[in-house]
Nanobody, 117 residues
Framework: QAQLVESGGGLVQAGGSLRLSCAAS????????MGWYRQAPGKQRELVAT???????NYADSVKGRFTISRDNAQNTVDLQMNSLEPEDTATYYC???????????WGTGIQVTVSS
């Protein structure tokens, strides 16, 4: 079964930057929306940012102006550039794909982002 391969997490000090990357199968033609969600300990999983195949983006209010999502449709990859990181951004980040009906099709296994104060 095709998987989502995530990379780029790690430990960074507050104010620093990290870039997350996610690669889906290049032969998966069902993908319409790609995005990132996160889950902190004891909290529900929440949307971080999504991007459609047409380039339309959606961001959580908490990351607007700090995070930028981008996508390569030909490669079926999505990146999340995270700047001005805050301790509150500490979480496990999950890559997600959705079809044209908005239904989730795949989740990544998650990648840890830790921001120290």
């Amino acid at each position: 079964q095709a998987q989502l391969v995530e990379s780029g997490g790690g430990l960074v000090q507050a104010g620093g930057s990290l870039r997350l990357s996610c690669a889906a199968s290049r032969s998966d033609f069902s993908i319409y929306i790609m995005g990132w969600y996160r889950q902190a300990p004891g909290k529900q999983r929440e949307l971080v940012a999504t991007i459609s195949s047409g380039g339309g983006t959606n961001y959580a209010d908490s990351v607007k102006g700090r995070f930028t999502i981008s996508r390569d449709n030909a490669q079926n990859t999505v990146d999340l550039q995270m700047n001005s990181l805050e301790p509150e951004d500490t979480a496990t980040y999950y890559c997600n794909t959705r079809n044209k009906f908005g239904l989730s099709t795949r989740w990544g296994t998650g990648i840890q982002v830790t921001v120290s104060s």
